[in-house]
Structure formats: C-alpha cells, structure tokens
C-alpha cells in the first residue's frame, strides 16, 4: 500500500520561504503524476501544483510563479519550494497522485503570519 509522509512545514512571516518533502513508499511512483494538495480552515482541499512522469509542471493560479513543484525519481520524493509566502497559504498541504488519489497523509501544516 502506498504511503505518503509529508514534512517542511512550519510557522512563517509574509515573504518568507519553506521547502516541503514528501516521500513516497512503493514502486509505483516514477510511474505516476503527483501533486501537492493543500486545505485551509474550513475550506475544501484544492490541488496547487502537479508534476508529470517527464517533469511537466501545472500550477494554480494562486501559486503561479512563487511555488515550484519538483520530484527525484531515485528517492521517491516530491518537493515544494514555496517563496513569497502570504496569509492566505496558510493550510495542512498533503501530496497525492494526480489521477486516482488514494489514502491521504497526515500532511504538514504551513502557517504564515501576516
């Protein structure tokens, strides 16, 4: 069965950075797209970047162009840079396949002060 162990969150000002990692267990996952998914307080989970099994990336408007998406296949893990941060990214971010998500993480909590 597939796991997900999400990690690199933490408390931060408005304008500063974190990196996430999630490591991934099973053979499967050079196989698949995964994403990073995030839910914020009374909110629905929304999907904020996704990497392809060729490295191609799609973002959600609301992160385009301060979070990057990035994945190394030798180790099975899928990494988050985000930069910029602001308020409104406060949220447990998880990662998860693309197609067909399956059991969910703990996920790892970003809080960013205003």
């Known amino acids: 069965q597939v796991q997900f162990v999400e990690s690199g969150g933490g408390l931060v000002q408005a304008g500063g950075s974190l990196r996430l990692s999630c490591a991934v267990s099973g053979s499967t996952f050079s196989a698949n797209s995964i994403g990073w998914y995030r839910q914020a307080p009374g909110k629905q989970r929304e999907r904020v970047a996704s990497v392809g099994t060729r490295g191609y990336t799609n973002y959600a408007e609301s992160v385009k162009g301060r979070f990057t998406i990035s994945r190394d296949n030798a180790v099975n893990t899928v990494y988050l840079q985000m930069n910029s941060l602001k308020p409104e990214d406060t949220a447990v971010y998880y990662c998860?396949?693309?197609?067909?998500?399956?059991?969910w993480g703990q996920g790892t909590l970003v809080t960013v002060s205003s």
């Open positions: 998860n396949w693309v197609s067909g998500t399956t059991s």
